[in-house]
């Protein structure tokens, strides 16, 4: 009767651990399916930009060599809209190559000419980020918010389109890091401190709106006694000039605050890890912040389920 117990013990957990293991094949095969998918999208789009060309060369008339310029000529300056296309034309391009890389990946194992492949699209994107927070910061703003779906062609309708950024997607996005417990605790004590200076941000800045207030109020009083309209705007300057520039250096702040969130969390992934997050996160930026909550919000079930 031991023997027979013994036998089926050790029969359970046999059976255990091929469950576990197959949960992991599943979810790789997730993970396989959806890069997938995210490489046909891509193609289908290649392929409708060359039919678009096709058709486009085909009704042109063919220009006169002698009309022809060796000089290329300065390009005028894009207005925001077609800057953001153009940057998400760039960005699509490079989670192409990602998305390549972890289907090779899967058929021939990790050699040292992918990794360097990988290296470099990781730092190609992070530049195109960095680039366009620092020049154009408006830009970056309407970035984390568009739906990059190689059907649309116009800002308006990636702006329309909420399909993507919902909790479930960052859910999913989360599952296929893979991370590990090490890698968690250090993006969650980011996530803790980043949310702790962003409140310190803000207290400071309505202290300073405040100030800004009571200094327009001793405008007014001001505007009262002086004669005349340069003194009213010497006046103006002397009571807000040290708020104005408190707020200038708080929203610079604010900046520095984000954007520092946002690349020392993603020096926490792996080269495998961070293609992961940009390809399966698409068509939507990866949005770090979404990524944490999912995190923090897993390990807050995990610690009452433990308590439990």
Known sequence: MQAQKEKMAEQLA??????EQLKV???????RNTTLEKVLVFREGEIAELQDQNCI?????QAAPSTLSLTSTPQPSLPVSSRMVQIIQEYRNIVNVMASLL???DKEEMTSEIADQMATSGRQSGQLAMRTAVLNPECIIVLMQVNMDQRHTQLESMLNDRSSNTTEHWQKVTDTLDLEESQKRDILNLHTRFLQRLQDNREMRRNICLGLQQGTDKVKKLHAVVATEAQKYVASMFEVHSEVQQLRDNLREQHRVWTEFYST??????PVQYCRLVVHSFPMWPDILAICTCLSNSESKHAEGSSE
């Open 14 to 19: 046999a059976m255990a651990a091929e469950m």
């Open 25 to 31: 094949d599943n979810s790789k095969m997730a993970s």
């Open 57 to 61: 060369l085909d009704a042109e008339p």
């Open 103 to 105: 289907l090779r990946i």
């Open 265 to 270: 969390v993603n020096g926490v992934f792996g």
